[in-house]
Every structure is written in C-alpha cells, then in structure tokens.
C-alpha cells in the first residue's frame, strides 16, 4: 500500500465527515460514483451477512434524496454531529479499487445542548479513481451497537 | 405472588371518564401504572410476540426474549416442539441464555451450573449429592419442584407468540377471524427469510408508540413522505378493522385505479403537491406483494405486536417497555424464500421507508418523545380522542381515532381485571 493511498484516502474521509458535521449536506452525494453502494447497518446483522441496511442506496441518485427528504420532507428535531475519525487501514489494493477500514465514533448535538454518543463504528469502504479524484465506489457504515436512539435522520 | 410487583409501588387508580375519549396523561407517567402493566397486561391472559419460527428452525434453536420486562427463553426440542418459558435460574436468579439466538442442547447458569433442558425442566444441580458426603442439597430437595416459569406457546403462520397466562384463549380465538386472515394475507403460504434485524430506542412511554402505530389519522399528516408520493392518503380506498377487544387493528389501503386527483389535501392545507421529486424514483417501484392491490396494511395485536406490509417493506415489530419513559422498538425485516432477486432487491430498496432512519417512519421514533416531553407536568389532564366519533368500531374512514380508543378499551379491561378478582 502506497503512503499516497493512504494520504489520499484520509483527506476524502476529512472532507467527508467535514460536509456532514459543517454542511453543505448536498455536497454529500459527490464524494460517491453514480453506482455507489452506500448501506448503514449493525456490527451484528453484518457478520450474519443480513443484506438491509438502515439506510440502503446503490445509486448516488439515491443519496441525493436522502438530503432533499431531509430538507424538505421529513420532520426531526435539530441536531448535529461531530464525527472524530481513526485512521484509515488500507486493507487492499486490487483491480476493484482500494479497500479500507475506518473507524468512526459520532458525537450528536441535540438541540437543547445535550452531547450524547451517538455511534460508533467503522467504515468498510472500497474506493475508485475518477478523474484523478478518489471516489467511493462503495461504504458500508457498520455501526457497533445495534441500537439506535430516537431516530437516523443526517447520515453517517 | 403475581401482586408482589404491584405491592412494592402503590397503585394509585386512574381517574378514567366513562367513554373511550379520554386518556389521562397519567397513565404514561406513572412508576405504579408500569409495574401494575407487568403484571396484569404482560404476565395476564394475553398473547406476546415472541419471535419468528423461522428463527428457531431446528432442534436445539432458541431465542432469547421478553415479555414486556420479563425475560423469556422460545427453544425448540428434539420433538420439534416449541417451549417458552422464564430466561431464569430457578437458583439464584441468574440469566440461563447470554445471546439472542442460537443453538444449544440445554442451558446452564454460568452462576452454580444449574442446568434445564430444552423445555426449560430442571435436570441438573451441581454437587448436589456434596462432595464427600459432606454439604449438598437437602435430601428434601425435589429438581421437578423448581424450574423457570413456563408458558404457553402459540404459533400463527410462522409468528410465535407466548403467554404466562393458562386463561388466554387459544390465538385464533385470541385475535379473531378478521385479524387472523389479515396475517395469513401478508405470511400464509410463503417461507419468510430475515433480512435485517435493527433495534430503535424510544424516549417516552411504550404505550405512545402503540397509539401511533394504530393512529390511521397521523399517517399522512405528519409523515409527508407518503402523502408527497402518494403512497397513502387518507382519501384513498381502505379503511379500519378494529376487533371486538378492540386490542388488534388493521389499517389498510389500496390502489384506487378510478379515483379522481383529490382535493381533501389542498383544501386542508396540508402539504401534498410539493416540487420535490425523487431523483431516483425506483425507490417506490414495486409488485403486486400477495396479488391484491392492497399496497399498505399495518396490523397490530395487543398489546405490544406490529406487522408492516407498507409496498413491498414487510417487516415485523416488537415494542417492549423498558422504563416508564423509555422504549425497545425492534424491527425485523423479511423477506421471502419465494423472492426472485429482483423483489429482494425492491424490499431492500424499500426497507428505506421504514426503521430508524425510514423515510415515513423516522418520525415515529421522535413524535412519541415529543408527547412524554409535552405532558411533563401534566399529569391531571387527559388526551382527546374524538376524531371519528367515540366509539372503537371499523370503519371505512381513516380519518378516525377508532382503533386508538380500541386500544385503551383492552387496555382499561386489562388493568381493572385483576382488581375485580
């Protein structure tokens, strides 16, 4: 594994957790290929290989609507998160793209001011070039815990 | 015994009026409603979704569970039975099962190796005899004397359900013939297979989220997905069963092929003809689910037992009370063996709609904290529930609290039970 990888792929997951934690929540979408997979699920329903997600899109035009049914559609309190990374473990380069492993924990901001845990897990990524631009190609958020509190509304 | 729970909290009666419309905010506060719940609801003549057959298949699979608070253990013999009964060394206590599912050929408590078979019968006391003819159990000590308490097992069409009670009508009876043929609809004839399992935490009482699960008036108000999609109005083709309890419901809707474009949105106000398109709209592409052109139907058996046709999203709900203000919702997700790749892949797609971050569910998960949070300090007020009338009744009309006042018409007959007795 090159160090480029490395550095390359720790500055997409910067600028990942940067757009949700800060915004623009519509840029979200750009850091995913058109036939992306994108899926949120528990540590447990991912080692017995249960194939739904929380959140489940295998296209970036799905993840598009994520953010305009936020926007405009679904009704939730206000919050915010703060996602503190690990660094990535670049597991594997082949002809599919780079694989890696990060590891995430997700700090929520309620509106009244409580900070809460909210998630912790790791993001099993594979990551493609497009245009000389790291894309990811596929992310499943396994999230440790297999509760959820109140509810999913901003991505992981 | 059964009234040990309610003597430790002192059961302060509910101020109830004489019709179903009101409900005081009480009943979601209260330390003694909650333990009074336990024991009258959970452990009386009533039947709890425990879980699928489908997950315990073969001899030795187990799950384990709960009846409201109660842990509960559902294993399957070598005589292809089904067995329920307390997840509890009949010793000291101790949990038998440590894991949610899984294969075993008996349970031992990791406390004193106390051990149960399949049946949940005791069969083993470790140094029982004493070591050296010294210590040991009494002479006096009878093993089929002690033993988790058992309950009775009913399977519907793949669910199964458990009840402490030997006084529950068997389940068909239990739920009726309308109810029972609403549930062969969505699971007769067909080999569910789980295709995710996720647990949503609730921050009020468990009762909201029953309420909201049988309040057809909500649906398309405050969930403006569906109403954006039109994938449910309150003006399309369906209706509400509510039974005889009034403890089960079934909310239904239908493809109307022949209604005109509605106005009974515009005309309320309510946000129906928005700009917003998906951009990906094969999200909501789907199939005829059994055949029918019924494309929602949402069941609920009392007291805690959901199970959701919404399109192609079929899933199965659990509701458990944890605490006075806090909830375990969790949610299976099926699909069937009979699925081509294709309508597995739709039901993944559409799995989006429902769960913690569903489209048209995520709402659920606040709005019941939003009412705990509400009704803080209120304790000698009521909810109104008059939207449709006050009776508990079916109807063609969704716009109606019906099988909410069902709800509490099995509740209030559960609760004042035991008090005659």
């Known amino acids: 594994m090159s160090v480029n990888d490395f550095h390359r792929i720790g500055r997409v997951q910067a600028d990942y957790s940067r757009c949700i934690d800060e915004g623009p929540l519509e840029q979200w979408p750009d850091f995913f290929v058109e036939n992306c997979m994108y899926r949120i699920t528990t540590a447990q329903n991912y080692s017995e290989g249960l194939p739904a997600g929380l959140v489940w899109a295998n296209t970036r035009r799905m993840l598009v609507d994520r953010v305009s049914a936020l926007r405009e559609a679904n009704i939730y309190e206000q919050h915010t998160y703060r996602h503190i990374l690990g660094q990535p473990s670049v597991l594997e380069e082949n002809g599919d793209g780079i694989h890696a492993e990060t590891s995430f924990l997700v700090v929520r901001v309620m509106r009244d001011g409580q900070s809460d845990i909210f998630a912790s897990g790791r993001y099993v990524d594979r990551y493609v070039d497009v245009d000389d631009q790291l894309k990811i190609a596929e992310r499943v958020v396994v999230c440790d815990s297999t509760n959820i509190d109140t509810l999913l509304a901003l991505p992981l | ?421």
């Open chain 2, 1 to 421: 015994m059964e009234s040990s729970v309610v003597d430790t909290v002192r059961e302060t009666p509910v101020d109830w009026t004489d019709d179903l419309t009101r409900v005081p905010y009480r009943v979601f506060q209260g330390e003694d409603v909650y333990a009074a719940e336990q024991t009258k609801l959970f452990h009386g003549p009533y039947w709890s979704y425990l879980c699928l057959e489908a997950e315990v298949a073969g001899p030795g699979d187990y799950c384990s569970t709960f009846v409201g608070e109660t842990p509960v253990i559902v294993a399957r013999d070598r005589d292809g039975e089904l067995y329920g009964f307390e997840n509890r060394c009949a010793h000291r206590g101790a949990l038998l099962a440590l894991d949610d599912r899984g294969n075993t050929k008996d349970f031992t408590c990791v406390y004193h190796a106390w051990s149960y078979n399949l049946q949940g019968d005791l069969t083993g006391v470790a140094f029982q005899d004493g070591v050296k003819g010294k210590g040991g159990m009494p002479d006096s000590f009878c093993m089929e004397d002690h033993g988790p308490r058992k309950m009775r097992i009913a399977v519907l069409h793949g669910l199964v359900f458990g009840s402490f009670s030997d006084d529950v009508p068997d389940i068909e009876d239990y739920l009726g013939e309308e109810i029972t043929s609403r549930i062969a609809r969505v699971l007769a004839g067909r080999t569910p297979e789980i295709i995710g399992r996720f647990t949503q935490i609730l921050p009020n009482n468990w009762k909201l989220y029953v309420e909201n699960v049988k309040d057809s008036y909500h649906a398309s108000i405050l969930h403006l997905f569906f109403t954006t999609f039109e994938l449910n109005r309150l003006s399309q083709r369906g209706g509400i069963i509510v039974d005889e309890s009034g403890g089960h419901h079934v909310s239904y809707s239908a493809i109307d092929r022949d209604a005109e474009k509605d106005v009974a949105y515009s005309d309320q106000n309510i946000r129906s003809e928005s700009a917003y398109k998906l951009a990906d709209p094969t999200l909501l592409e789907g199939f005829s689910e059994v055949g029918d052109d019924t494309t929602l139907q949402i069941l609920s058996v009392f007291p805690g037992f959901v199970l959701q046709q919404i399109q192609n999203s079929v899933a199965v709900r659990q509701i458990l009370p944890t605490g006075v203000e806090r909830t375990r919702l969790n949610w299976t997700y099926l699909g069937f063996e009979e699925d081509t790749p294709e309508q597995r892949e739709v039901r993944l797609k559409q799995a989006n709609l429902v769960g913690p971050a569903g489209y048209i569910s995520m709402e659920d998960g606040c709005v019941g904290g939003f009412v705990q949070r509400g009704i803080a300090g209120a304790a000698s007020q009521s909810a109104v529930l008059e939207m449709g009338g006050s009776l508990a009744e079916s109807s063609e009309s969704r716009v109606t609290e019906a099988s909410v006042r069902g709800f509490w018409k099995a509740y209030r007959a559960a609760m004042n039970r035991q008090e005659e007795a």
